[in-house]
Nanobody, 123 residues
């Protein structure tokens, strides 16, 4: 599955951005999907996941209450609304899909990845 992440940019602390992950593949809507991020010098980490149906979601503690994940299976997109952004949210954000029949937060469980979109939050 080919994934295209977009929506990154430069924003001041306290601001908002909306990331979007799009796929042209019809099977995208059948996959559990995750957003990850990787800051310079750090390992890639989970941000949020959403099940194929959109019913089940997960958020890392660091973003709980500030970020919201959603999907539109008619449009083959998974979005990440990011509010109250902090400088520590600065990272390259990646979307990915897993073929496992359950949502997972482990990087190694994800099979296909988008190219990443850079989010920079200034203080």
């Amino acid at each position: 599955v080919q994934l295209q992440a977009s929506g990154g940019g430069l924003v001041q602390a306290g601001g908002s951005l909306r990331l979007s992950c799009a796929s042209s593949g019809r099977t995208f809507r059948t996959y559990n999907t995750g957003w990850f991020r990787q800051a310079p010098g750090r390992e890639r980490e989970i941000v949020s996941t959403i099940s194929a149906t959109g019913i089940s979601t997960y958020y890392a503690d660091s973003v709980e209450g500030r970020f919201t994940i959603s999907r539109d299976n008619a449009k083959n997109t998974v979005d990440l609304q990011m509010n109250s952004l902090k400088p520590e949210d600065t990272a390259v954000y990646y979307c990915a899909v897993t073929r496992k029949p359950f949502t997972t937060i482990r990087v190694r469980d994800y099979d296909d990845w988008g190219q990443g979109t850079l989010v920079t939050v200034s203080s």
